[in-house]
């Protein structure tokens, strides 16, 4: 395989031979596909093999691959220039686009990563409310800074420790960590650090422990005792945003954040991400506020162009109503698949994120996604894989469903899962 040989030179020339670890395959114990291209809802590998894609550049690509609009605005974006360091007219059109989108945002920084996004909603947040702890939850990632880095230590939210070699424990101690869809264990953390809270950063549908809805009521009750405490509330959205809806997971539980983070999809499949939030916490950003925020390529006009392009269509008032309907159909076809070769599979869905977990218990948390099944999820990809069903390389990560799937895509789909829970039986 091409793949292979390919892979094999990448690990001379970069750390596990990749620049983002989980496209490295280490869940699921083989070597990764290098992709040659893209198109619709299909991935080609550099040995001509096609595959049914369920990863979408990790959820970027809601439209599908080299969609013809964002293809013809980036092109049209690239002619002019690729990077000018200076404001453009595209940035606020963006701007505007995502502030129309959800009601609790007046204001916007673009940025260039979900990362970049957190640290500065975090860093917004503690000089609003002059307080240092960070309250999050467990299996909710919100990127790779070191505030966020931080795993749940005795199980409660009294104690966090470094998740990896490198992040300060002076810093981690300044992160607390609750349990997700357990609003006591936040009460908890609101009591001890009483008036020390400064924000309570959440995943309002959690996608990074594989696909975990909140229960009902649940993240009402979080913005009652953020309010309580004088905190902020502050929403992950990088996945969620203009996934579920035009206006994301807080548009469909009613809850207004007072800070959200947005990417992925903004960006068309270009870098782009954004925070955004009330005028009052957004002013103290640089240059009118005191709080220091930059970056060289933010809101280039390669990505306000994938990304003005995608929001468009978005706004069609059928797009997320047809999207539903092949997430539906997709899922009820691997429930029967699995019913019918009596292999347990709980899956979690909203709207076109979807995850089968190798388990017959309700997946409600962390600690619940952690006791599924971890070799059969290895086989199942295994045999999807060589059924050129191309789904992500970890137990942890979601399917996500693009507007590109057509039926007979999803019919082959429902297919390779039938044969592939027969085997696993």
Request: some cysteine.
């Amino acid at each position: 395989m091409k793949s292979l040989k390919q892979f094999r030179k990448a690990l001379h020339f970069m750390p596990g031979g990749v620049n983002s670890p989980v496209r490295a395959y280490g869940s699921v114990d083989c070597s990764p596909l290098f992709i040659a291209k893209g198109k619709g809802s299909k991935i080609y590998d550099i040995d001509g093999n096609e595959y049914i894609d369920y990863v979408c550049s990790w959820g970027a690509l809601i439209l599908g691959y080299s969609h013809p609009s964002v293809v013809r605005a980036v092109q049209a974006a690239a002619k002019k220039g690729t990077s000018f360091g200076a404001p453009t007219a595209a940035e606020t059109t963006l701007a505007e686009m995502i502030c129309s989108a959800f009601d609790s945002i007046d204001k916007v920084r673009l940025v260039s990563s979900g990362t970049e996004a957190v640290m500065t909603a975090v860093r917004l947040a503690r000089a609003f409310t002059g307080r240092d702890y960070i309250l999050k939850m467990s299996g909710c990632y919100h990127g790779h800074s070191d505030s966020m880095l931080v795993s749940a230590g005795s199980g409660s939210a009294e104690f966090s420790k470094p998740l990896c070699p490198g992040v300060p424990k002076a810093l981690s101690s300044l992160t607390l960590v609750a349990e997700y869809n357990d609003i006591d264990s936040a009460a908890k953390a609101f009591k001890k650090y009483k008036n020390k809270i400064a924000a309570c950063i959440i995943e309002p549908v959690a996608a990074n422990m594989g696909i975990v809805l909140p229960k009902p009521g649940y993240l009402q009750a979080l913005r009652k005792l953020c309010n309580e405490n004088k905190a902020l509330l502050i929403f992950d959205e990088v996945i969620t945003g203009f996934r579920l809806c035009f206006g994301g997971a807080q548009n469909i539980f009613k809850i207004k954040p007072d800070l959200t983070c947005l990417g992925k999809i903004i960006g068309g499949g270009v870098p782009c991400a954004a925070v955004g939030g009330k005028a009052k916490i957004m002013n103290l950003l640089s240059p009118i506020g005191p709080v220091y925020q930059a970056g060289t390529l933010s809101g280039n006009p390669l990505a306000t162009a994938a990304a003005i392009a995608t929001l468009k269509i978005l706004k069609d008032k059928d797009f997320y109503a047809r999207l539903e309907q092949n997430s539906i159909y997709l899922h009820l076809g691997l429930l029967d698949a699995a019913k019918k070769a009596s292999i347990p599979v709980t899956i979690n869905r909203i709207g076109s994120l979807l995850s089968c977990f190798f388990t017959q218990k309700k997946v409600e948390n962390f600690s619940d996604a952690k006791s599924a099944d971890t070799k059969l999820f290895k086989a199942f990809f295994a045999s999807m894989l060589k059924n050129r069903i191309y789904l992500a390389p970890s137990p942890f990560e979601a399917m996500f469903i693009s507007a590109a799937l057509t039926k007979k895509d999803i019919e082959k789909t429902i297919f390779a899962a039938q044969n592939t829970f027969k085997r696993l039986k």
